[in-house]
């Protein structure tokens, strides 16, 4: 009997429609209010992965119509002149979201760099206003974080049930991890968190209906750690390097795909899995962000 394989979740389709949505209303701020929204894009250094991220969300914006704004630091910045960038985006009206790439360098508190952010133009969610937002019953955000609000998209997109279902994110990062687990928490699922502390984390995993991979260690999830039938979706994106690529490099990620897609009942890819959708909702949150201000 041929093995089952898993349905592959189009991220990069799913991202697309999205997009041509998204287009849509700029298309129609821009035709009724003369205006359409910007986004500032900050980075600090060259990390392969944040550059990869970065020009995908320039490249993005100018697809739907919104403005983008370059801001490129060098990797020894100090931290209080990227901190005077931020309030100078913040006071400036044609700049609907600020996102500053994450991670930032060894030197400079990310913490006093990301509460500097206006939380109304917080388009990435991680204000610790907005995240205490998600964390509690009854309250909304005014932005959620990308990357977790394009996993649970995916998962709706898809038709996986959520509600009662057993979710473990493996992963407790800021950026991802956490946020997601408060995300699924939110939608009623009951979720565990993996993460290096964690004894026998193939065990809990072998349980979960919904895998959430946001550990950063490539194809660490093997194809036997997950449930049958399971649903993966593959945060990681890991650099290994490959001679026989231009770049040098390929991006693979957390779980083992080639062997995970034999077991699970539907799996995102690396690349073209959560990567589009995190761009996707960063355009989305940048638009319900003008949409607050324009036309008020």
């Known amino acids: 009997m041929a093995s089952p394989t898993a349905k592959i979740i189009d991220g990069k389709a799913i991202a697309h429609t999205i997009r041509s949505e998204i287009a849509d209303e700029v298309r129609l701020l821009s035709e009724k209010h003369g205006k359409v929204p910007g986004l500032a894009v900050v980075i600090v250094g060259v990390r392969k992965d944040s550059q990869t991220y970065v020009n995908m969300k320039r490249k993005a914006c100018a697809e739907v119509g919104i403005k983008s704004f370059d801001v490129d630091l060098p990797e020894d910045v100090p931290e209080a002149e990227l901190i005077t960038k931020v309030h100078q985006l913040n006071s400036d009206p044609q700049v609907h979201g600020i996102l500053v790439q994450l991670p930032l360098p060894k030197h400079i508190n990310e913490e006093n760099v990301l509460g500097a952010i206006s939380i109304d133009k917080d388009v990435d969610g991680f204000h610790p206003l907005n995240i205490g937002k998600l964390a509690m019953k009854g309250r909304e955000p005014l932005f959620l974080p990308c990357t977790p609000k394009g996993c649970l998209e995916l998962l709706v997109r898809s038709g996986i049930k959520i509600k009662g279902q057993r979710a473990v994110v493996v992963g407790r990062s800021n950026i991802v991890g956490l946020p997601v687990s408060l995300l699924l928490l939110k939608a009623d699922a009951t979720v565990t968190t993996v993460h290096s502390h964690t004894k026998d984390p193939e065990a809990i995993i072998k349980e979960a209906d919904i895998v959430i991979a946001a550990a950063g260690q490539a194809c660490m999830i093997k194809g036997d750690w997950i449930k049958p039938g399971a649903a993966v979706i593959d945060v990681g994106t890991n650099a290994v390097s490959d001679p026989s690529r231009k770049s040098g490099y390929r991006l693979v990620g957390d779980v083992d795909f080639a062997e995970a897609s034999k077991?699970?009942?539907?799996?995102?890819?690396?690349?073209?899995?959560?990567?589009?959708?995190t761009v996707a909702m960063l355009l989305k949150n940048t638009l319900e962000g003008a949409k607050r201000v324009i036309g008020q």
Do not use: L, R
């Open 263 to 277: 077991v699970a009942g539907f799996i995102t890819p690396v690349p073209g899995g959560v990567g589009p959708m």
